[in-house]
């Protein structure tokens, strides 16, 4: 599977943007998928996973509330839907695949970047104060 992901771009502090998250290739519908992000001082921070057909979701403590995770398998697309977003969320943000099908694992497991091994380029997003 080949991931993309897009939507980032300049906010300011209080804005919303919608990232997505597009695959080709492999069943994407059978896989989990996570966004993490990178920024100065802090890699592979998790954000949010969503299970293979979209009936649990996860959140890291810094954006519940505030992110919201979703899929459409019809379209081979997730989303990360961002609001209220604070200038501490300027980061490079990525999509992932995990590497297991249908897996039904816990917050600590999808928090876990080594257990994803499908990463898109990355989305740059900014937020000004």
């Known amino acids: 599977v080949q991931l993309q992901a897009s939507g980032g771009g300049l906010v300011q502090a209080g804005g919303s943007l919608r990232l997505s998250c597009a695959a080709s290739g492999r069943a994407f519908s059978n896989y989990a998928i996570g966004w993490f992000r990178h920024s100065p001082g802090k890699e592979h921070e998790f954000v949010a996973a969503?299970?293979?057909?979209?009936?649990?979701?996860y959140y890291a403590d810094s954006v519940r509330g505030r992110f919201t995770i979703s899929r459409d398998n019809a379209k081979n697309t997730a989303y990360l839907q961002m609001s209220s977003l604070k200038p501490e969320d300027t980061a490079v943000y990525y999509c992932?695949?995990?590497?297991?099908?249908?897996?039904?694992?816990?917050?600590?497991?999808?928090?876990?970047?080594?257990?994803?091994?499908?990463w898109g380029q990355g989305t740059l997003v900014t937020v000004s104060s």
């Open positions: 992932g695949v995990v590497s297991v099908m249908y897996t039904s694992g816990s917050y600590q497991y999808y928090a876990a970047w080594d257990n994803y091994n499908v």
């Open positions: 969503i299970t293979w057909n979209g009936g649990r979701t």
